[in-house]
């Protein structure tokens, strides 16, 4: 199974795409904003990231960006999760390297299935 981290602000997601993942056997790392991951990813990486686009101090794009510019942590997959689904949006993820797009709210089966696609 995968260690997944996930990053967002809402205590309500992030215990919800907690038990989701731990159901499934993964195991889950919780950080509530891009700071918060970036200390707790560096003693052990994960196999794949979520992360929240509006985040206070240091937000979804900022924080996926700083980690696709680290040879250590740029092959991790980034899943941004947002409410954002423009054109816009999209492009902006694009932009800092995110490796895909999932709209909250999310489901148990669409988050189960995006770790299984970035990680067989």
Known sequence: MATVL???DSNTIRRSAELFLTS???QVI?????FDALTKIVGNPPDV???D???PRLDGYQTCALLKK???FRHIPVIMLTSKDGVFDRARGALVGCDEYLTKPFTKSELLA???RHTT
């Open 70 to 72: 680290n040879d250590r």
């Open 24 to 26: 499934a056997g993964h």
């Open 49 to 51: 990231i979520f992360i």
């Open 6 to 8: 996930v990053i967002d």
């Open 30 to 34: 919780l950080a509530t904003d891009g």
């Open 53 to 55: 686009v509006m985040m």
């Open 114 to 116: 995006a770790v299984a």
